[in-house]
């Protein structure tokens, strides 16, 4: 055991993870040019400390983050650049320290960086606050240099882009912290931390209820669209992107079964991938043959064990 395994998993724990959390943190403030490098690893010190320890130590990592940064950082942005760091990381450690399966811990690790977001969100509008999407959408639509045609499709265009807001955030911070959860993972294993697998990616299997919420947000886009109900628009044509999206991954699994299944090659792999990725209509049916598997789990016809 290394110098410093010994000094996460013994008395210093927490102070050592806070001051590597802290010195992480500054890197990424005053080293512009790194703070996105800096970003993705905010979360490791204290992720190991509470998979290794558990909550009631790693808890206190946040106030004592919250005083060091406060010298060189607002009140609220400290509060908030802890938050960023701290959350994430403790959800994540939660679900290994209580041997929660891969899966759980990976939505408890989404689930922080949620919140993590919103509370950016929310700092943001007291702050600066936002501009409503229709007088965006207006105050685009009035360039000059743009014909009438021209216009209502950019109009359009900046109204659905300010609708899928939610979407886009929930996109962002799922692809964080996948990103959080893999690097959480490879840091804990010098530390003797059990940690639950995930199934291999071609036996990913998602719940039919996610069929049946596209299903219903199919309705909701219509009946907002034409009634002018506006937050059932969004939230329906949000919760239809977010199932599409799952779809995608689910076909993207089935695909990758194929190849195992009927043994391609490598090249034919690459070349079929590289095409559902250049042709929208390729996509669209990875996304749908992904969907309709949500119901009819293509897979058990060929007698294989899906988890």
């Not at 204290?46 to 946040?62: D, I, T």
């Not at 450690?93 to 929660?100: E, T």
Request: aromatic share 20%.
């Amino acid at each position: 055991m290394s110098k410093i395994t010994e000094i996460i998993s013994g008395r210093y724990a927490l102070i050592a993870a806070v001051f590597a959390t802290f010195l992480i943190v500054m890197a990424s403030v005053f080293l512009p040019v790194a703070g996105v490098f800096f970003a993705f690893i905010w979360t490791v010190p204290v992720a190991v400390l509470a998979a290794k320890r558990g909550l009631r130590l790693a808890f206190f990592a946040y106030p004592l983050l919250f005083l060091l940064l406060t010298p060189f950082l607002s009140p609220a942005q400290s509060a908030l650049t802890a938050l960023n760091a701290i959350l994430p990381a403790l959800l994540f450690g939660y679900g290994i320290y209580r041997n929660f399966s891969a899966v759980k811990t990976l939505l408890l690790t989404f689930l922080g960086e949620i919140i993590s977001y919103g509370a950016n969100f929310v700092f943001v509008y007291f702050t600066v606050g936002f501009i409503d999407g229709a007088v965006l959408a207006e105050s685009i639509g009035e360039m000059q240099s743009l014909k009438a045609y021209d216009k209502e499709l950019v109009v359009e265009t900046a109204r659905e882009i300010f609708n899928l807001v939610p979407f886009i955030v929930a996109l962002a911070a799922a692809f964080v912290a996948v990103i959080h959860y893999n690097l959480n993972i490879l840091c804990c294993k010098p530390f003797d931390v059990t940690v639950s697998k995930f199934p291999p990616f071609r036996l990913w299997h998602f719940s039919r209820w996610f069929f049946f919420a596209l299903a219903f947000s199919v309705i909701g886009v219509y009946w907002g669209s034409v009634h002018d109900m506006l937050l059932l628009y969004q939230i329906s044509v949000n919760t239809f992107m977010a199932v599409f999206v799952l779809g995608i991954v689910s076909g993207f699994a089935i695909l990758f079964f194929m190849f195992e299944r009927f043994k391609i090659s490598l090249p034919f792999r690459i070349a079929i991938i590289t095409l559902c990725f250049l042709s929208f209509f390729a996509l669209e049916f990875v996304a749908i043959t992904g969907l309709f598997d949500m119901i009819f789990n293509y897979r058990k016809f060929f007698r294989e064990n899906v988890v």
